[in-house]
């Protein structure tokens, strides 16, 4: 009857120690000095209301003096569309229409304001039958056969 005695506790599993008491700085030092390996990371602005951050990098961007800009569409390459759509009578709505764009898109490759995309160029070229890229700007488009 040994071992319905009330009196004897048998434990078979330490519990560990909670979360919190695991990163008291208490807990770190005994575990290093049990010889435990004990990783440690400090979170950044952890708690902090801190989204904006200034960096070496960023004042190294700040002081850069070069501007960037994207390349625009030349100007002669607008007045060549502007005068290949009015010879074909057309206004830039209905050549937004043909090509499927929206008459700002026209309105901004005739002014010199639109940043240049091949597609929109080539669809443009063969709605006016005129050449906007390349070093035959203004001439009329040959219209070869495809080869595929």
Do not use: C
């Amino acid at each position: 009857m040994a071992e319905s005695d009330w009196d004897t506790v048998t434990v078979l599993r330490k519990k560990g120690p909670s979360a919190a008491q695991a990163k008291s700085k208490q807990a770190i030092l005994a575990a290093q000095r049990r010889g435990e390996d004990v990783e440690t990371s400090k979170k950044w602005a952890a708690g902090q209301n801190k989204q904006h951050f200034i960096t070496k990098n960023t004042a190294k961007l700040d002081r850069e003096t070069e501007e960037l800009h994207h390349d625009r569409v030349p100007l002669e390459v607008g007045k060549v569309i502007q005068q290949g759509r009015q010879s074909k009578g057309m206004t830039q709505k209905d050549l937004a229409t043909k090509i499927n764009e929206k008459p700002q898109v026209i309105a901004d490759y005739e002014s010199g304001r639109a940043i240049p995309n091949n597609q929109v160029m080539g669809k443009i070229e063969r709605a006016i039958g005129l050449k906007l890229r390349g070093k035959d700007i203004g001439k009329p488009l040959e219209t070869g056969p495809k080869g595929k």
